[in-house]
């Protein structure tokens, strides 16, 4: 069993910038990829940003230049920064990451619960 526990949403005004955090706890052998997930009402889940365990990243077109992914492998945690918020970026932000828990065991994806984001005046 893995849980990700996402904090530091919220309420944010345009321009502004909001710094999002997941913990991931429980049976962890090792990490592979983490990454952040949004999905805004009527929308598909999109991903937003990723990070492997050695540190190389991907974003979305969409977020490039704005928002910065991180992770501490000591603590099992990822971390999103978000700079240069606007309206289009409110969603509700999902934690991923893919666990190794055994080492003879094959990764297995897990899923935070959510975390809301929104961007307004």
């Known amino acids: 069993q893995v849980q990700l526990v996402e904090s530091g949403g919220g309420l944010v005004q345009p321009g502004g910038s909001l710094r999002l955090s997941c913990a991931a706890s429980g049976l962890i052998f090792s990490i592979n990829n983490m990454g952040w997930y949004r999905q805004a009402p009527g929308k598909q889940r999109e991903l937003v940003a990723a990070?492997?365990?050695?540190?190389?990243?991907n974003y979305a077109d969409s977020v490039k230049g704005r928002f910065a992914i991180s992770r501490d492998n000591a603590k099992n945690t990822v971390y999103l920064q978000m700079n240069s918020l606007n309206p289009e970026d409110t969603a509700v932000y999902y934690c991923?990451?893919?666990?190794?828990?055994?080492?003879?065991?094959?990764?297995?994806?897990?899923w935070g619960q959510g975390t809301q984001v929104t961007v307004s005046s």
């Open positions: 991923n990451a893919e666990v190794l828990q055994r080492w003879y065991d094959r990764p297995r994806d897990y």
């Open positions: 990070i492997a365990r050695g540190g190389s990243t």
